[in-house]
C-alpha cells in the first residue's frame, strides 16, 4: 500500500507544478504577442509617414522605362476624319498605335478610351489636308496626340523652356511620360 500511497502524492504534487508552468508560458506568449504587434504597428507607421504608398503620388510618378525592354503597343481602332479644309470636301482615314511603357499603362489607358478618340478626331479635323500631307504636320500632330493622351489620362507633361522678355528659365521635369510614341500604321488623305 505504501507504492498505492505514493502514486496519489506524486500526481497531486505535479498538478500544481504544471500550472505554474502553464501560467509562466501563457505569460510569456502574451508579452511576445504584445510586442510583436507594437512593433508591426511602428513599423506600418514609419511606412506609411514617408508617402511611399499614397494613390496620388502612385499614379504621377511613372518609373524610367528599363534599358532593353521593348515597349508595349496599343492599337487604336481605324478612323475617318474630315479636315478643315474650305469646301470640306477633304477627308483623312488613320489607324494609330500607341507606343507605350509596359502592359500596365496600356490597360490603364483602355478605359479612357472613348475620350481619347474623340480628342484625336477633334485634333485631325481643325488640320488642312496641305498641313497635315507635310513631314513636319505628321510629327505636330503626333506630338499633339501624345499631349492629348496624357492629358486625358493625368499624366504630367515635360514643360519647355518658356521664353520671358529678359530671360528664359526653365521649369521642373515631369516623371517619364509613360505614352512614348505615336505610330500611324495607314494614313490616306483624299
Avoid: C, W
Amino acid at each position: 500500500m505504501s507504492a498505492a500511497a505514493a502514486a496519489p502524492d506524486a500526481t497531486s504534487e505535479a498538478k500544481p507544478k504544471s500550472k505554474k508552468l502553464l501560467f509562466i508560458l501563457m505569460g510569456v506568449v502574451i508579452l511576445a504577442l504584445a510586442g510583436a504587434g507594437g512593433a508591426f504597428f511602428i513599423l506600418k507607421k514609419n511606412t506609411t509617414d514617408h508617402g511611399d504608398g499614397t494613390e496620388e503620388e502612385a499614379s504621377v510618378e511613372h518609373a524610367a522605362p528599363k534599358p532593353g525592354t521593348p515597349p508595349t503597343f496599343l492599337p487604336l481602332d481605324s478612323m475617318v476624319v474630315n479636315l478643315a479644309d474650305p469646301g470640306g470636301n477633304r477627308f483623312v482615314q488613320l489607324a494609330i498605335t500607341l507606343q507605350v511603357q509596359d502592359a500596365a499603362t496600356s490597360e490603364a489607358i483602355k478605359p479612357y478610351m472613348p475620350s481619347i478618340r474623340n480628342g484625336i478626331l477633334m485634333l485631325v479635323s481643325q488640320r488642312t489636308a496641305e498641313v497635315i500631307l507635310k513631314p513636319e504636320g505628321k510629327e505636330k500632330l503626333s506630338l499633339d496626340i501624345i499631349e492629348e493622351v496624357s492629358t486625358t489620362m493625368g499624366y504630367e507633361l515635360d514643360d519647355h523652356e518658356i521664353e520671358d522678355t529678359s530671360k528664359k528659365k526653365k521649369r521642373r521635369r515631369a516623371p517619364p511620360n509613360p505614352v512614348q510614341g505615336v505610330l500611324f500604321s495607314s494614313f490616306i488623305v483624299q
